[in-house]
């Protein structure tokens, strides 16, 4: 059974810079062909943010490209989020998934940007 | 990119009724749409993909269907299990996007 697990800080502050990790265990990281993020503010509804292939190979949302930076590091297992000058509007529950052919996320993590 | 609006927003049903949420994506895009459950608290988990796909281990009572721009879910005698927010995402384009959520709630 593939399991993800978000980790990152709990509270950044207001342009900092926040890195998450999510790390999957019970199968290879190359199990899923691309492995997303997804955020969602406290309330609100579900942000795709990006993804990354097992390869490296990135898709990004145009919207939040210039602020998010996808990672992969396959000798670990392990793929990471990078969000940089983060605001209040960054604060949200962050989802590591794979939504390709299988359906695999993470419990999320919650993120609060505040001063 | 392309714009998916969902409705209802919310809704409220008693156990045993059936619903119906409608995705409308501002273009094309063949059967590329899942369906999600969301209950509080929890990651989304996807019921239907494909627009009309049931999910391993989903019950029947989840029927997916449309294509093109118009999508539904219908969720036949609503069980108390049900009570949660759905989520329908588009993956035809970058980049993805999701409708903004149907809440169901007992009436």
């Known amino acids: 059974q593939v399991q993800l697990q978000e980790s990152g800080p709990g509270l950044v502050k207001p342009s900092g810079t926040l890195s998450l990790t999510c790390t999957v265990s019970?199968?290879?990281?190359?199990?899923?062909?691309?492995w997303t993020w997804v955020r969602q503010p406290p309330g609100k509804g579900l942000e795709w943010i990006g993804e990354?292939?097992?390869?490296?190979?990135?898709n990004y949302n145009p919207s939040l490209k210039s602020h998010f930076t996808l990672s992969i590091d396959k000798s670990r297992s392990q793929f990471s989020l990078r969000l940089s000058s983060v605001t209040a509007a960054d604060t949200a529950v962050y989802y590591c998934?794979?939504?390709?052919?299988?359906?695999?996320w993470g419990q999320g993590t919650l993120v609060t940007v505040s001063s | 990119d392309i714009q998916v609006t969902q409705s209802p927003s919310s809704l409220s049903a008693s156990v045993g009724d059936t619903v119906t949420i409608t995705c409308r994506a501002s273009?094309?895009?063949?059967?590329?749409l899942a369906w999600y459950q969301q209950k509080s608290g929890k990651a989304p988990k996807r019921l239907i993909s494909?627009?009309?796909s049931l999910q391993s281990g989903v019950p029947s009572r989840f029927i997916g269907s449309g294509s093109g721009t118009e999508f539904h879910l219908t969720v036949i005698s609503l069980q108390p299990e049900d009570f949660a927010t759905y989520f329908c995402?588009?993956?035809?384009?970058?980049?993805?996007?999701f409708g903004q959520g149907t809440k169901v709630e007992i009436k």
């Open positions: 998934a794979c939504l390709t052919a299988d359906d695999y």
């Open positions: 019970g199968a290879s990281i190359s199990t899923c062909d691309w």
């Open positions: 990354i292939h097992h390869t490296g190979i990135t």
């Open positions: 273009q094309a895009i063949r059967n590329d």
């Open positions: 494909a627009a009309s």
């Open positions: 995402l588009q993956h035809n384009r970058y980049p993805w996007t």
